[in-house]
């Protein structure tokens, strides 16, 4: 069995084509989506990633402000130019750039961040309304990991979900999300003492962290759908993800491959959030 890959830059592409209608429906209203992205520093990573979503913006017809500054930039500094997006009106999402410089509190930064705002889905009001099952922005990588899987069209319902790393960004939310499309789910980390156990038994294995060859072809079950949300470098410094792709991809029935899997569509559920801001605030 050779799997079906699961193409996350063929599926961006036409979301954004449905969020770049709506976008342009709220624009013949006088509301133009707007998104605040700010980059402390010069972390070169991070000025490849605001540059494609500050692009990714323009091309969904969604008004972008990019606001860079120093790595000097004092926290309080931070803290009152992000209050200051808060109480803009033509602005309809936030997203400060992680990482920032060590001496400022990301958590604190996070949380100033209005939740009407809050299209990262990263704030504790945030992830309170995902445990809840309430209404809210959902974090955008989880939220395209759920998105990939649907197009596979295989029903979540009754079955078993695997999610590897338990981060507040990526692992919990993901858990949560694939529980409430009713599948049954199991959190797996650095403590789990038997990775491949647990693997071998799911329907669906979702990785997140950050480590190669996490997931084998000996640790997947037949026909199984696997979503690699990790982003490493190959001894050659290709980039790959935590699955051992070559292996897996015979034993798999559907797969992401890294890159052009899951990282076109973070991006696109970023652009989403951001758009439905817009929407219920056009209301």
Request: zero cysteines; glycine letters at 8%; charged letters at 35%.
């Given at each position: 069995m050779t799997a079906q890959l699961i193409d996350g830059t063929a599926l961006a592409k036409k979301i954004r084509v449905e969020l770049a209608g709506r976008a342009a429906a709220l624009v013949a209203r006088g509301h133009r989506p707007g998104l605040a992205v700010?980059?402390?520093?010069?972390?070169?990573a991070s000025q490849v990633y605001v540059r494609n979503k500050v692009k990714a913006c323009a091309d969904a017809g969604v008004h972008s402000v990019l606001e860079k500054y120093p790595e000097a930039l004092t926290e309080n500094d931070l803290l009152a130019r992000i209050d200051a997006l808060n109480r803009n009106p033509v602005v309809h999402g936030i997203l400060v750039q992680m990482p920032l410089p060590p001496h400022?509190?990301?958590?604190?930064?996070?949380?100033?961040?209005?939740?009407?705002?809050?299209?990262?889905?990263?704030?504790v009001l945030s992830a309170g309304e995902l445990f809840a099952g309430l209404p809210g922005f959902r974090p955008c990588t989880p939220l395209g990991c759920m998105k990939l899987i649907e197009t596979t069209g295989v029903s979540l319902v009754g079955r078993h979900a695997v999610v590897i790393g338990r981060s507040s960004t990526v692992g919990k939310p993901m858990a949560l999300l694939l529980l409430q499309a009713n599948a049954t789910v199991t959190i797996c980390h650095s403590m789990t003492p038997d990775l491949t156990q647990h693997t071998r038994q799911a329907d669906v294995v979702v990785t997140a962290v950050g480590r190669r060859n996490t997931l084998t072809a000996t640790m997947v079950k037949p026909g199984a759908v696997v979503v690699d949300v990790g982003m490493n470098r190959t001894d050659a410094g290709q980039l790959c993800g935590d699955v051992d792709f070559p292996g897996v991809r015979e034993v798999a029935g559907w797969i992401t491959p890294v890159p052009g899997g899951v990282g076109p569509m973070t991006i696109s559920m970023l652009l989403a959030n951001t758009i439905e801001s817009a929407e219920r605030c056009a209301r």
């Open positions: 700010v980059l402390v520093g010069d972390d070169p400022i509190d990301p958590r604190r930064v996070v949380e100033a961040i209005s939740t009407q705002k809050d299209v990262d889905g990263y704030s």
